[in-house]
């Protein structure tokens, strides 16, 4: 499979300096296995971890009080569902290299997707620092349409603000 560095790069809105390290990101393990290359699992791991340091510090930083508050509203953000919202939305999905045994099953995945995404922002933070890793989470949080909606939560507050 041809991975298309400057679709990608396009989709993305950051320009990688290490374009190798731009097709692990989006290297799944199934392919990674077939082909002999690095997969995206260690990247995912440490994408996870920034991701929440970013997620945190803009709420930290915005008018929510409460430590519940913020731990939920950080738990809606980082979820795998707005994840995968974010990831459609780029176009990333169709960018993911897979095994010849995932390539038919893996639509809408939200454990593909949301940690491709987690890959993602661990690549741009090596290749380009924290700077540029916030410049790619800190839009879609600002946007607010991919945290996932907890309705339950929701109606709660709605009661007890209304006796």
């Known amino acids: 499979m041809i991975f298309d ?33 690095k997969d995206n699992e260690r990247l995912e791991f440490f994408g996870d971890a920034i991701l929440g340091l970013v997620v945190t510090e803009y709420l930290f930083k915005s008018d929510m009080s409460g430590e519940g508050k913020l731990t939920q509203e950080r738990s809606k953000l980082v979820s795998k569902k707005p994840l995968q919202k974010v990831v459609e939305e780029l176009g990333l999905s169709e960018l993911i290299l897979l095994g010849n045994g995932l390539n038919m099953h893996a639509s809408h995945d939200e454990k593909l997707y949301s940690s491709l995404y987690e890959a993602v922002v661990a690549g741009i933070y090596l290749d380009g620092g924290m700077e ?3 410049n790619f989470i800190l ?5 607010g349409k991919y945290a996932e909606a907890d309705y339950k939560t929701r109606l709660q507050e709605i009661v007890q603000q209304n006796p």
């Open 5 to 37: 560095v400057a679709e990608c790069e396009q989709r993305l809105g950051y320009r990688f300096n290490d374009k190798i390290l731009l097709r692990q990101c989006f290297t799944h393990a199934s392919y990674a296995n077939e082909n002999k290359s």
């Open 132 to 134: 540029a890793a916030r």
């Open 139 to 143: 839009p879609f949080i600002t946007e």
